[in-house]
């Protein structure tokens, strides 16, 4: 019986190889690289995958992710990139690979650099292993918190700030590598900027959406979605007097259109002609999500309205960061968290105290001053 299965999982291994060649998968010496997340794990991912290959002197790796596309978008720019692929391919390309390691808020080994590797006598191998080893090292203090994620992140976040460190550089710091900055060259497309009228500059960008796979009941919108643009954006456009267009941005399933806002482009625009829209924006407000890592690596600011997520972990320092000013920062108490208030709020405390008037006031003063 043994003999057999054996046999059997030869054959199996040998079509998923054949799979694999057909859809460009051979044999190679660079790395694969699991990912798993939202477009701002990919973009914090991008500059890890950046840096690391800058620091060991050069390499090649390919993406495995949800959405291929989107991580083309992403990677497309960072050096050594060769190409994205569907997650499930992973499991059996790793093989292929010198080394597979799995990528959200922490690294996980699923290969490491065997036999193959070694006889290659490449210094930047070995570079790697001492890397791999001392992350593995220097994150024994959050084994816990990393076998359960993502349902201990909070305890991540907190301890990444005691370490004077945030979600953008604390893979950097976890693997002692150092971080080489905000800025990436994602694929945007600006041509929708001309379709609507719109001048590089001359507008901001808003956006009230979030994770579509944090979706609350019917009717209810996720905790981490400020409710008060459209009184921040009425205060705005009255200080702005024409100066400034403000353009709504994010999908249909999430988001929620804002009154006063000059264009809406709620699921009318590609996720591609929404970066397009960040690279040229002033400035862009938001709720704590992906679009505002993506506007960082186009190197815009942003305003950003913080409420169960931790404004020490995932907020930049160069944007305008509000703090809850009641409750806040719950983000995995509890697994529902984002759908449903852990305190039991019907609206969350930690953004319905915030009064749209000082935002915008704040905002605008911001603004006024850059």
Same mark, same amino acid.
């Given at each position: @019986?043994?003999?057999?299965?054996?046999?059997?999982?030869?054959?199996?291994?040998?079509?998923?190889?054949?799979?694999?060649?057909?859809?460009?998968?051979?044999?190679?010496?660079?790395?694969?690289?699991?990912?798993?997340?939202?477009?701002?794990?990919?973009?914090?991912?991008?500059?890890?995958?950046?840096?690391?290959?800058?620091?060991?002197?050069?390499?090649?790796?390919? +993406?495995?992710?949800?959405?291929?596309?989107?991580?083309? @978008?992403?990677?497309?720019?960072?050096?050594? %990139?060769?190409?994205?692929?569907?997650?499930?391919? %992973?499991?059996?390309?790793?093989?292929?690979? &010198?080394?597979?390691?799995? +990528?959200?808020? %922490?690294?996980?080994?699923?290969?490491?650099?065997?036999?193959?590797?070694?006889?290659?006598?490449?210094?930047?191998?070995?570079?790697?292993?001492?890397?791999?080893?001392?992350?593995?090292?220097?994150?024994?203090?959050?084994?816990?918190?990393? @076998?359960?994620?993502?349902?201990?992140?909070?305890?991540?976040?907190?301890?990444?700030?005691?370490?004077?460190?945030?979600?953008?550089?604390?893979?950097?710091?976890?693997?002692?590598?150092?971080?080489?900055?905000?800025?990436?060259?994602?694929?945007?497309?600006?041509?929708?900027?001309?379709?609507?009228?719109?001048?590089?500059?001359?507008? +901001?960008?808003?956006?009230?959406?979030?994770?579509?796979? @944090?979706?609350?009941?019917?009717?209810?919108?996720?905790?981490?979605?400020?409710?008060?643009?459209?009184?921040?954006?009425?205060?705005? &456009?009255?200080?702005?007097?024409?100066?400034?267009?403000?353009?709504?941005?994010?999908?249909?399933?999430?988001?929620?259109?804002?009154?006063?806002?000059?264009?809406?482009?709620?699921?009318?625009?590609?996720?591609?002609?929404?970066?397009?829209? &960040?690279?040229?924006?002033?400035?862009?407000?938001?709720?704590?999500?992906?679009?505002?890592?993506?506007?960082?690596?186009?190197?815009?600011?942003?305003?950003?309205?913080?409420?169960?997520?931790?404004?020490?972990? %995932?907020?930049?320092?160069?944007?305008?960061?509000?703090?809850?000013?009641?409750?806040?920062?719950?983000? =995995?108490?509890?697994?529902? =968290?984002?759908?449903?208030?852990?305190?039991?709020?019907? &609206?969350?405390?930690?953004?319905?105290?915030?009064?749209?008037?000082?935002?915008?006031?704040?905002?605008?003063? =911001?603004?006024?001053?850059?």
């Amino acid at each position: @019986m043994a003999v057999f299965k054996a046999i059997e999982k030869k054959l199996r291994h040998a079509y998923k190889r054949r799979k694999l060649a057909s859809s460009g998968i051979v044999e190679n010496d660079g790395g694969a690289i699991l990912v798993t997340g939202g477009l701002g794990d990919l973009i914090v991912i991008a500059r890890f995958m950046r840096d690391l290959l800058e620091h060991l002197g050069g390499g090649s790796f390919s +993406i495995f992710y949800s959405s291929p596309t989107v991580a083309d @978008m992403v990677f497309r720019s960072v050096p050594g %990139f060769s190409g994205a692929y569907p997650s499930h391919f %992973f499991k059996y390309a790793k093989d292929v690979y &010198l080394y597979g390691l799995k +990528i959200n808020q %922490f690294i996980y080994v699923e290969k490491w650099p065997g036999h193959r590797a070694m006889t290659l006598a490449d210094p930047k191998i070995y570079e790697l292993v001492r890397i791999l080893e001392a992350y593995e090292k220097k994150m024994e203090p959050l084994h816990v918190v990393r @076998m359960h994620h993502p349902f201990l992140d909070g305890t991540l976040g907190r301890y990444a700030a005691i370490k004077g460190r945030s979600r953008n550089d604390f893979l950097h710091y976890a693997a002692g590598i150092p971080y080489g900055g905000d800025t990436l060259s994602l694929s945007g497309d600006g041509t929708i900027l001309a379709r609507h009228g719109l001048v590089s500059g001359r507008y +901001i960008t808003i956006h009230n959406g979030y994770d579509e796979a @944090m979706q609350g009941p019917p009717g209810q919108r996720a905790t981490k979605a400020y409710p008060g643009w459209g009184d921040v954006v009425s205060y705005l &456009l009255e200080k702005f007097g024409g100066d400034l267009k403000v353009v709504q941005i994010g999908t249909e399933k999430t988001s929620a259109p804002i009154a006063g806002v000059d264009v809406n482009l709620i699921g009318k625009t590609s996720l591609k002609q929404a970066l397009g829209l &960040l690279e040229n924006t002033a400035f862009h407000l938001d709720n704590e999500g992906g679009f505002v890592h993506a506007a960082a690596a186009f190197g815009k600011k942003s305003c950003v309205v913080f409420g169960p997520t931790s404004v020490d972990f %995932f907020g930049y320092r160069s944007n305008l960061n509000f703090s809850p000013l009641q409750c806040g920062d719950c983000w =995995w108490s509890e697994k529902t =968290w984002m759908m449903a208030c852990p305190r039991g709020d019907t &609206l969350p405390a930690c953004m319905s105290a915030y009064d749209p008037r000082v935002l915008a006031e704040e905002i605008y003063r =911001w603004w006024a001053a850059m």
